[in-house]
């Protein structure tokens, strides 16, 4: 039985899209690791001509802290999903991140114990021994034959750790914190060659870094209770547990340093735009204020923070997961490793994952299939949010890292658990943790309207999601078309249409009556005029 709705709302503010994100293909690995997939992570980075690289464990040897230590390999597929490239390196090791520069070339860092062997000629010596860990940094080519390789504990102190690097340009910038809370800020050339340090003390992360087109210095991490100097800038902090975003000159000097309360020390990202704006992204535990901007904190169980500050150092907007009206219905925490990332028009891209379901501000509404599904969130510079984008299985997935290529292409990598589905492509694991790289296509906005009509941007979803045997598919129309919903199973058979006829512009829901098909993965695709979307749907019996 299919019992059908339609509840017309007026928007004077809406975005139009000509085709929504589309995954274009996923590429897994599997990982025979009988622990915690949140003790695995695995980053990325997309290098200019179209392909991405990412790093992950290759042959696991033990689990030291939260963390998977064995043989590392990196991996570059080229723009159509092909591997072009891979190269193991052994040891007891763990890539932290990876970044490109304009020329395709390729910089790694991580932790290792002992000796971390790159290939027959080049190698890391630990300066420690046993578990004792170092932080290295290498510099590869688009071939993966290194150009350079730093132990920066080796350099910098006996208990140096690497937490994030930025390249920008001729500049690379590497964030350093010691064990005695000690942050510095080291900008190179791209040969590997020291321009500038600088302090921060003491602090507890330093795990976020940018730098503009002037050559000023954007940071964040968190610290403790007290005096705090920042470049030479001192701050007093009176919380126990505190976030900080803080801009420095050319020179390296401080200029100013923003604190907001926290529950913990995290690790926060920053991404800055050419107009001295700063954009901070990372988990929100409670309900903080951010400049004079009162936050709500998480509904459930977690939340996360989207905030932009101008040159001045003034908070102008916080973005979080929206509280729901009644009982929690969903939630969600960022990434990783890149969470955060800005392209050419200061848009801003989210990854990360979701619980259950999330109506956003924006009238868009994103479902998780399972326990935890991967996330992907675009906003505008204003804080809007232009599109959001879950896939996974009927378990535990997540996005760890997000990049864009010249063309603005998006590539996330992440984990998934045995099968996710990534819009019609379906991938098959072996166990909790299984890595995957997947290319999503980012269409561009092709218009504003700001008009007194019935403007309306696009979805498509249902709810719930797993379900039995009745679920709600929800969608939206921007304009008066000819509209087709089509149910289908993992074949590609047709298993119910929905609708087929002319609608007006608005939102529209449907409930599905599954009750004579069997229990599996199923797909609802909308065609209109303008706009084709598949969506997955999970039925368990």
């Not at 679920?471 to 119910?496: C, H, M, P, W």
């Not at 529209?508 to 997955?536: D, L, M, P, R």
């Amino acid at each position: 039985m299919i019992k059908s709705y339609i509840i017309l709302v007026i928007t004077f503010f809406a975005i139009h899209t000509s085709f929504a994100q589309t995954y274009q293909w996923v590429k897994h690995n599997s990982h025979s690791i009988s622990f915690n997939p949140d003790f695995a992570s695995f980053p990325s980075a997309a290098d200019g001509s179209g392909n991405v690289i990412t790093g992950t464990i290759h042959n696991f040897k033990l689990v030291y802290g939260t963390a998977f230590y064995g043989d590392i390999i990196f991996r570059k597929y080229n723009s159509t999903g092909n591997e072009v490239l891979s190269k193991i390196l052994t040891g007891k090791a763990i890539i932290k991140n990876i970044d490109c520069d304009a020329n395709g070339n390729i910089y790694m860092f991580g932790s290792f114990m002992d000796t971390l062997r790159i290939d027959a000629s080049n190698f890391i010596v630990n300066t420690g021994s046993g578990f004792d860990l170092n932080d290295y940094l290498i510099k590869f080519n688009s071939s993966g034959n290194v150009l350079w390789k730093k132990n920066i504990t080796a350099l910098y102190s006996n208990n140096a750790s690497v937490s994030v690097i930025k390249i920008k340009g001729n500049i690379l910038l590497a964030g350093i914190v010691t064990y005695n809370f000690q942050g510095m800020i080291k900008k190179f050339d791209l040969n590997g060659n020291e321009q500038l340090s600088v302090i921060f003390n003491p602090v507890r992360t330093l795990s976020g870094l940018d730098i503009d087109g002037s050559g000023n210095i954007f940071a964040a991490g968190s610290c403790g209770t007290g005096n705090v100097n920042f470049a030479g800038l001192n701050v007093n902090c009176s919380y126990v547990y505190s976030l900080y975003f803080a801009k420095l000159n050319s020179s390296g000097t401080g200029i100013w340093a923003k604190l907001v309360e926290d529950v913990t020390f995290e690790n926060p990202s920053v991404v800055c735009d050419n107009s001295g704006n700063v954009y901070g992204c990372g988990d929100l535990y409670d309900n903080f204020l951010f400049g004079t901007i009162q936050t709500q904190g998480p509904d459930w169980v977690y939340d996360f923070y989207l905030t932009k500050i101008d040159a001045s150092g003034t908070f102008l907007w916080v973005k979080e997961v929206p509280n729901s009206s009644g009982f929690p219905s969903g939630d969600a925490a960022v990434g990783k490793a890149t969470k955060l990332i800005i392209d050419a028009q200061n848009n801003l891209y989210i990854t990360g994952f979701q619980r259950g379901t999330i109506d956003w501000d924006e009238n868009i509404t994103t479902t998780s299939a399972g326990s935890y599904d991967v996330l992907v969130l675009k906003y505008n510079s204003n804080g809007t949010l232009l599109w959001g984008k879950t896939a996974g299985g009927t378990s535990v997935e997540r996005g760890d890292a997000i990049s864009l290529d010249n063309s603005n292409n998006i590539f996330v990598t992440g984990n998934f658990n045995q099968s996710s589905v990534f819009d019609t492509i379906i991938v098959t694991g072996s166990g909790q943790i299984n890595s995957f790289t997947a290319k999503l296509s980012n269409p561009a906005i092709t218009g504003v309207s700001n008009q007194n009509s019935t403007p309306f941007s696009y979805f498509l979803n249902n709810y719930p999601n797993p379900f039995n045997p009745k679920t709600i598919i929800s969608y939206q129309l921007a304009i008066n078309s000819d509209v087709k919903l089509t149910v289908f199973d993992i074949t590609g058979r047709e298993i119910a249409v929905l609708v087929n006829q002319n609608q007006n512009a608005g939102k529209y829901s449907i409930e599905w009556n599954a009750g004579n098909v069997t229990s599996g993965i199923y797909f609802c695709k909308i065609e209109s005029e303008n706009f084709t979307q598949t969506n997955k749907m999970i039925l368990l019996k």
